[in-house]
């Protein structure tokens, strides 16, 4: 939820990166910190194994500049993909504003996929969110993989609602940038439409 | 949605800087900080120019969602204090009206049982505070700062 600051003419959002294992949420908070001006950026903090997976959460606060006087700050999130950290997950979403979702476009990943959309709509239920009312956002990721599968049929099975998506090759930073924008878009969209 | 959006005016801001400013002295703390528990800083004092304040309160929070979990999964209402104890620095940790943790760093100048006692006056005010905030902000009518923005704003903003 996000946070009106009228003291210090702050907005803050709270972006999660959602996703199956592997497949790319902290490889996307990586790019924008490397691209990021240090002015406009915090330090990225990664709770992660030995291994580098994610353990708990990765966190990057970012200043996209202003509107009306109002600097606006998104702290982006990423959970940890694997299927038995679920708990922490649950954690990660509350008080979200948008989410984006990182498909892994590998052909042996599609179940995957499938399974962690439900799992995000399970856990958004919980909290008394739902997927259909909150900005939300779908990646693609791993484009350049020759086991790619065909963005149409991911888009069949894992983006009905017709929600705005992008291709995307996360380490090299194609579709990043445009994930985020749309995803902030969308945050600072629905506060609007919020507004009294 | 579940919880109503969190809005702080400058009137709450002043009283709850005030109890912060305080508690830095009274407790002989190094550093007093307040974050919601979505990890938004709310209010910081001390010797806060050397510490990383925004990755402390995503941190702190994280934390504090994480004992929330351990709590619930023993049938606890909540964990709400938490202390940690290291070479130079300790820190407490205490949530105040199940919103917003109040986080206290100090040093061999301070002692715990200073602090937990300075830190039980300071919760009970700024229970009182966010309880009187919170209710301002469900009164309907408040202004927003996006009521008048545009779309156009918010495209700009997003322009290269």
């Known amino acids: ?21 592997l497949c790319g949420k902290t490889t996307n908070l990586q790019y924008i910190y490397e691209r990021t001006n240090p002015e406009a950026k915090g330090k990225m903090i990664s709770l992660a194994t030995e291994t580098e997976r994610t353990l708990f959460f990765d966190f990057l606060p970012l200043s996209l500049g202003e509107i009306r006087g109002f600097k606006t700050r998104f702290h982006l999130y990423t959970v940890p993909g694997q299927v038995f950290y679920d708990a922490s997950r649950k954690l990660i979403l509350k008080g979200v504003d948008g989410i984006i979702f990182v498909a892994d476009s590998q052909i042996e990943r599609l179940e995957a996929n ?15 969110y739902s997927l259909e009312k909150i900005p939300y956002v779908i990646q693609y990721n791993k484009r ?21 998506d992008f291709e995307a090759n996360a380490r090299s930073g194609v579709g990043v940038f445009d994930t985020l924008k749309a995803t902030s878009k969308l945050v600072l969209q629905e506060l609007k439409k919020g507004a009294p | 949605m579940v919880n109503p959006q969190m809005v702080m005016y400058e009137e709450e801001f002043t009283q709850i800087q005030t109890v912060v400013d305080r508690l830095v002295r009274e407790a002989n703390a190094r550093v007093v900080f307040i974050v919601d528990k979505n990890g938004q800083l709310i209010s910081a004092s001390g010797e806060v120019d050397n510490i990383d304040t925004t990755s402390l309160a995503s941190l702190t929070a994280g934390n504090i969602a994480a004992t929330g979990g351990i709590a619930k999964l023993l049938r606890e209402n909540e964990f709400a204090t938490q202390f940690h104890e290291g070479e130079n620095a300790n820190i407490h940790i205490q949530l105040v009206g199940n919103r917003v943790i109040l986080v206290v760093i100090f040093d061999s100048k301070s002692s715990l049982g200073l602090v937990r006692l300075r830190v039980r006056k300071a919760s009970d005010e700024l229970t009182r505070i ?12 408040g202004d927003s700062p ?12 997003f322009n290269d």
């Open chain 2, 146 to 157: 996006f009521a008048e923005i545009t779309d156009e704003d918010i495209d700009n903003l």
């Open chain 1, 144 to 164: 350049d993989l020759p086991n790619a599968v065909d963005v149409a049929e991911l888009r069949s099975l894992l983006n009905p609602m017709g929600v705005p």
């Open chain 1, 1 to 21: 939820m996000s946070f009106i600051n009228y003291m210090a003419r702050e907005i803050n959002c709270k972006l999660v990166y959602y996703g199956p294992g």
């Open chain 2, 130 to 141: 966010f309880e009187a905030l919170l209710n301002k902000v469900r009164e309907p009518g």
């Open chain 1, 114 to 128: 499938q399974e962690s959309v439900e799992n995000l709509r399970t856990n958004l239920a919980e909290q008394g």
